[in-house]
């Protein structure tokens, strides 16, 4: 199994990837830089804060990705609420070899409250006829349950008549990221190693809630982390001095250049095999 990331990391590149989402609302500020190839490319136009990220009643694509990332993007209808936070465009999932992570697109709400809710429900053997009932706000199906309050996430599995928390409760590393709204990271263990499963996410405040997608649910297929190789560029050769070889290796989680992990060099000139060293430097790999 490939080596994957710290968490601290992921989530870095959850940010790196939520800044290329919202590209037309941090531009001027962002503090990470759009990242090499189009991630989310073609997603519909997203907002700051407090303006609509899709206008009400456009016609909404979905579930849509990228051809060589895991990255799916789904889509909710604007202003459809009248107290809950308001779900958007550009709701996201992804995942590598350890854990799946999730982030829920809030236009109108600059950070967690204690006054909402957020919750999704995860149908993990995609059968609606099995799982939780459906009531006011809650879809039907679910097996599982990852609910957020006030920044912390939980864990519930349905019960046959409730959702219980999990004993002892994995850990769902959870953060509200500015301009975008909840992203979290969850073991793909503590999901039961599924391979694939279908979501609703749910916000409420009071009796009001937004449940994306309105009627139905979405699809997630998880992949086996890739790593795509690209040109390779190889320095001239002098006498006396290292040879150095180069190469963007594009991780398929966030569809972004891989900088860390293992690398192993090797070489043949004229028949002799030559080793080497290997670096992650300027967003390459690098073999000297
Ligand atoms: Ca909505
Ligand atoms: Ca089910």
């Given at each position: 199994?490939?080596?994957?990331?710290?968490?601290?990391?992921?989530?870095?590149?959850?940010?790196?990837?939520?800044?290329?989402?919202?590209?037309?609302?941090?531009?001027?500020?962002?503090?990470?830089?759009?990242?090499?190839?189009?991630?989310?490319?073609?997603?519909?136009?997203?907002?700051?804060?407090?303006?609509?990220?899709?206008?009400?009643?456009?016609?909404?694509?979905?579930?849509?990705?990228?051809?060589?990332?895991?990255?799916?993007?789904?889509?909710?209808?604007?202003?459809?609420?009248?107290?809950?936070?308001?779900?958007?465009?550009?709701?996201?999932?992804?995942?590598?070899?350890?854990?799946?992570?999730?982030?829920?697109?809030?236009?109108?709400?600059?950070?967690?409250?204690?006054?909402?809710?957020?919750?999704?429900?995860?149908d993990?053997d995609s059968d609606p006829a099995t799982g939780s009932g459906a009531?006011?706000?809650?879809?039907a199906g679910?097996?599982?349950?990852?609910?957020?309050?006030?920044?912390?996430?939980?864990?519930?599995?349905?019960?046959?008549?409730?959702?219980?928390?999990?004993?002892?409760?994995?850990?769902?590393?959870?953060?509200?990221?500015?301009?975008?709204?909840?992203?979290?990271?969850?073991?793909?263990?503590?999901?039961?190693?599924?391979?694939?499963?279908?979501?609703?996410?749910?916000?409420?405040?009071?009796?009001?809630?937004?449940?994306?997608?309105?009627?139905?649910?979405?699809?997630?297929?998880?992949?086996?982390?890739?790593?795509?190789?690209?040109?390779?560029?190889?320095?001239?050769?002098?006498?006396?001095?290292?040879?150095?070889?180069?190469?963007?290796?594009?991780?398929?989680?966030?569809?972004?250049?891989?900088?860390?992990?293992?690398?192993?060099?090797?070489?043949?000139?004229?028949?002799?095999?030559?080793?080497?060293?290997?670096?992650?430097?300027?967003?390459?790999?690098?073999?000297?």
């Amino acid at each position: 199994m490939l080596r994957c990331t710290p968490r601290r990391v992921r989530c870095a590149l959850f940010v790196v990837l939520v800044a290329g989402a919202l590209l037309s609302a941090s531009a001027g500020n962002a503090n990470f830089a759009r990242p090499q190839g189009a991630i989310l490319a073609g997603s519909s136009p997203a907002s700051s804060a407090g303006a609509p990220c899709t206008p009400s009643g456009s016609r909404l694509r979905s579930q849509r990705s990228t051809s060589s990332s895991t990255i799916h993007s789904y889509d909710d209808f604007v202003e459809d609420v009248q107290s809950a936070p308001d779900i958007c465009s550009s709701n996201i999932v992804t995942n590598d070899n350890l854990a799946v992570m999730m982030g829920i697109h809030i236009h109108d709400r600059p950070a967690f409250s204690v006054d909402d809710g957020y919750r999704i429900y995860l149908d993990t053997d995609s059968d609606p006829a099995t799982g939780s009932g459906a009531l006011p706000g809650e879809p039907a199906g679910a097996e599982l349950l990852i609910e957020i309050l006030d920044g912390t996430s939980t864990l519930r599995r349905w019960s046959g008549t409730s959702f219980d928390q999990l004993t002892p409760q994995p850990a769902i590393s959870t953060e509200w990221i500015d301009g975008y709204g909840p992203a979290l990271e969850i073991g793909r263990k503590d999901l039961g190693e599924v391979q694939s499963f279908t979501f609703v996410i749910v916000t409420s405040n009071g009796a009001d809630h937004d449940l994306a997608p309105d009627a139905g649910s979405w699809s997630y297929t998880l992949s086996e982390l890739e790593l795509a190789p690209g040109r390779l560029a190889v320095g001239q050769a002098k006498a006396g001095k290292p040879l150095v070889a180069r190469m963007v290796v594009v991780r398929s989680d966030f569809d972004v250049a891989l900088e860390e992990g293992a690398i192993k060099c090797s070489a043949e000139i004229g028949g002799k095999r030559l080793g080497g060293e290997g670096a992650f430097a300027d967003e390459r790999v690098r073999c000297t």
